[in-house]
């Protein structure tokens, strides 16, 4: 369909007419010296009838791809003048579009081989934070609130119920003597970052020195202070490749285009 409509003799003689308007208008002072001549190729019509289709669902009108074809000649007289001009010298922006545009291309055309997998375990020994797989715990918290006890008392009171509750680790009463709070009293198998979200850094990084098989405490967070009774750690760990064959590959390739954006 779209190569019936552009072969249609209207048509032609309207882009025609369009093209020699417009190259009249901006270009009639002889002293320019950018190119005069502005030529529309069936590929760029059609390019620019399947932007449109693609934006808008359907096909252009005549009227619509008429005034599609008139836009792009007039963008090309313009782009044209700010060159004559020297408007894209020393132009930031302009520059740094000009280096994306370069580093696509180099991307394009020096996509590496893929790694071998001693290349990849090479990698992975060379950035082994990276990928290094986080520390896990499971506990039980108990929270008593700043804000409703007041620092003082809640401090006293923190050191009152340890005591209690290293006396009987089970804590049966422990979620009844402390204050509601909008978060789980107990995670399994979390990892740092888990932590770290849910109860804030400090209380993440103070969980690290914190042992296994009783109750202790108190350890500050954003919202109060906690007791802490952690069930189990399983360490940080550097990973196996199999674990993370795919983040390696990834992050291999990326460095591996990097530096061949840099060496041009």
């Given at each position: ?21 417009v190259s009249f ?206 069930r189990a750690r ?31």
């Open positions: 369909m779209m190569r019936r409509i552009l072969g249609e003799p209207l048509l032609q003689f309207a882009v025609l007419g369009v093209l020699l308007f208008r901006m270009l009639g002072d002889p002293r320019n010296t950018a190119p005069q001549r502005v030529v529309v190729t069936t590929g760029q019509i059609e390019r620019l009838a399947e932007t449109w289709r693609r934006t808008w669902q359907r096909a252009p009108t005549r009227a619509e791809l008429d005034g599609l074809v008139e836009d792009y000649v007039r963008e090309e007289i313009l782009y044209r003048e700010a060159l004559a001009l020297g408007l894209d010298r020393d132009d930031t922006i302009v520059r740094r579009r000009l280096r994306q545009k370069m580093e696509f291309l180099s991307e394009d055309l020096g996509t590496p081989d893929p790694a071998s997998d001693a290349e990849l375990q090479s990698f992975l020994e060379a950035h082994p934070e990276r990928f290094r797989v986080e520390a896990r715990l499971s506990f039980r918290q108990v929270f008593l609130s700043s804000e409703r006890r007041g620092e003082a008392n809640s401090v006293q009171e923190a050191a009152r119920l340890l005591v209690a509750l290293q006396d009987d680790p089970a804590g049966a009463d422990a979620d009844a003597a402390g204050d509601p709070l909008p978060l789980r009293a107990e995670l399994s198998d979390a990892t740092e970052s888990e932590v770290e979200r849910t109860f804030g850094s400090h209380f993440a990084v103070a969980l690290r020195d914190v042992a296994p098989g009783r109750w202790q405490g108190p350890i500050a967070s954003a919202y109060g202070l906690h007791l802490v009774f952690v399983t360490p940080a760990r550097k990973p196996m490749l199999e674990e993370v064959r795919e983040r390696v590959q990834s992050e291999w390739l990326v460095q591996r285009r990097r530096e061949a954006n840099e060496s041009v």
